[in-house]
């Protein structure tokens, strides 16, 4: 080597770093992404509900750039999944048929749900047309008291045409048992007004419970639609889960439970608890009105035969006082015989040839007497003033007799119109009780 040759250099030292710091650091933050998915795999294998229970946990990983440690926290899947039972943050193979059998528990709940829904619109539907046949039944029994009103006032207006057929004008005078007739005629017209009336509620009653089955049975087969293929018998699996009634729960317009099955449950109730009162009503009703029919019934015939006793009692009278008429009749008449066989034996025969000696007034014994003037005998005035006596009498005891026979012939006359009224009021009497008891017995026993 030339002496003249320079030493050779020692070369350079390297830098710290050679690569461009751009470079670098886009590898860097390649291997921190890297790790931070790697830790985010790791996490998401743990439970997500021993993630909720606890404190988010958090990993380290490290910081090339800076040389120090930096935390992540790991992100939340969220709870979607979760509810359906999965266990991991993603969707595992039987995702389908998880969501399949959680469509069906959901729709098997609803459907049992809208299944309790109609069997209690249905129950209660069957509950109305139970009570409309009750007012059914009660409307038959009101419509058979009914007729048998409307046939006493027939039998009351017969009651009182047949009592016009009694003979003569003073037995058809208005009596006590005219006015009963009059007041059970007004009686029974009130009371059968009253029904009438009542008739009227009951039908309305009725079309309004028609009406009430109607709408129960139309909410009940809209509810049924969703229920067609719901198992009618069979416990429900072990994973469905046992809500409460939704009876018991608040309307909703898409649930079970909607506003309008509330509205016609509620109607159906009002109307239930309307038929109900109006029942009660109609029994009470009809027990007092048979109670006053019968009572009016039974005052009218009571007066009726109070009536046929004062008249049997009158004709009693009336024979007995005819008969003492007759006696009396044939004792004047006795009398009269008695009277004209004196009369005829004053008078004396009819020719003067007749006479005894000792009736004559020329006689010798007369003749005799009567020579002094001033002396006369009575035996003439005597005669004449008998003859007056018994001819007064005789016209007086005619004119007894004539009057005895008028009176015995009004006392019987009156009799034979007592009896015939005794006659057409017992006639009334019978056809009130062969038309009208039965059927009122009848009605109050039905």
Known sequence: MKSGAQPVRSAPAAPLTVGAQ????????????????????HMDELHSAARYRRAPLTSTFTDYESGT????????TGATLHSLGMNGPFPPPALRDQSAEASISMAGEYMRSVREVEGHLRRTAGKVTQEATKL?????RLEKLLRSFRKALLVNQQSTDGRTFRPSVKETVKDGADLLLCHEKKGLTELKQTLETMLRDTLTQQQALAQSSRQLLNCAFERSRVIELLPQHGSPSATVHHSPSPLSMKPDPSGPYTPECRDVLEASAAVLHKSQQLRENMKQLMCD?????????????EGLLKKITETTNLQHHLTLSSAATRQAISRQQRQ??????????????LSSADLFC??????????????HQSSCLPESSLLTQGNAMLKQHLDFAEKAVEDLQVARLQLEDDTCLKQAA?????????LRRRLVLPTCVQVANG
């Open 136 to 140: 059914q039944h009660q409307q038959e």
């Open 336 to 349: 009269m015989q008695c009277a004209n066989y004196s009369h005829g034996r004053v008078l004396g025969p």
């Open 69 to 76: 440690l930096g935390k992540i926290r790991p992100k939340s």
């Open 289 to 301: 009105a048979i109670i006053k029919q019968t009572t009016l019934h039974h005052s009218v015939n």
């Open 422 to 430: 005794a006659g057409v009021d017992s006639a009334v009497v019978r």
């Open 22 to 41: 751009k470079w670098r650091d886009e590898s860097l933050r390649s291997i921190q992404r890297a790790q931070r998915l790697v830790l985010q795999s």
């Open 358 to 371: 000792r009736e004559r007034l020329d006689r010798p014994v007369v003749q005799v007497y009567e020579r």
